[in-house]
T-cell receptor, first 114, second 114 residues
Framework: AQSVSQHNHHVILSEAASLELGCNYS??????LFWYVQYPGQHLQLLLK??????LVKGIKGFEAEFIKSKFSFNLRKPSVQWSDTAEYFC????????????FGAGTQVVVTP | GAGVSQSPRYKVTKRGQDVALRCDPI?????LYWYRQALGQGPEFLTY????????KSGLPNDRFSAERPEGSISTLTIQRTEQRDSAMYRC????????????FGPGTRLTVT
């Protein structure tokens, strides 16, 4: 069974539109949560992370994500996207029963048109 | 400072040959991870090390795959008797420790088995 689910595989939107990417995980224990981004031709980079505390976390480039424990979700948002946000986005979960490994979702390819 | 480096960046090999993929982590990082990413999928955990000790190899698909990190720094992932299904992007990451910390990824090695 898929441990980390990303709701959309491909998203196409225009510049200045708002973006929300869904991520759900299936684990009842303690988790650390991450969003990684891969720009064309580049390697995976950390966008933001949640370990504890305020469930609304802010990352680089205007991205933010909200951890909703009751829904096992960690959705990524950006109010107004730019062409340069075209990339593949991966949600990842680190579980307290296996701290050593990240479990990734399948990724969402986001294309922003000018 | 330097990030995670991997070599070679691209490797084409014939079925049945052995390949060795190298990862040089960020200096001072205790933990090193190997992932495999098939096209259209998120990275999938293979194995990880704390210092030179292999902590978890549960993701290695079969006994043709092995990894080592003899001096607690550079790591080598070896695939023996390669098969076409081994074709994928192999990603290495490192982190300060394995306690659920963020992982920093290298550029990956694209392996193609013909």
């Amino acid at each position: 069974a898929q441990s980390v689910s990303q709701h959309n595989h491909h998203v196409i939107l225009s510049e200045a539109a708002s973006l929300e990417l869904g991520c759900n995980y299936s684990y009842g224990g303690t988790v650390n949560l991450f969003w990684y981004v891969q720009y064309p031709g580049q390697h995976l980079q950390l966008l933001l992370k949640y370990f504890s505390g305020d469930p609304l976390v802010k990352g680089i480039k205007g991205f933010e994500a909200e951890f909703i424990k009751s829904k096992f979700s960690f959705n990524l948002r950006k109010p107004s996207v730019q062409w340069s946000d075209t990339a593949e986005y991966f949600c990842a979960v680190n579980r307290d029963d296996s701290w050593g490994k990240l479990q990734f979702g399948a990724g969402t390819q986001v294309v922003v048109t000018p | 400072g330097a990030g995670v480096s991997q070599s070679p960046r691209y490797k084409v090999t014939k079925r049945g040959q052995d390949v060795a993929l190298r990862c040089d982590p960020i200096s001072g990082h205790v933990s090193l991870y190997w992932y495999r990413q098939a096209l259209g999928q998120g990275p999938e955990f293979l194995t990880y090390f704390n210092y030179e000790a292999q902590q978890d190899k549960s993701g290695l698909p079969n006994d043709r795959f092995s990894a080592e990190r003899p001096e607690g720094s550079i790591s080598t992932l070896t695939i023996q008797r390669t098969e076409q299904r081994d074709s994928a992007m192999y990603r290495c990451a490192s982190s300060l420790s394995s306690g659920g910390n963020e992982q920093y990824f290298g550029p990956g090695t694209r392996l193609t088995v013909t």
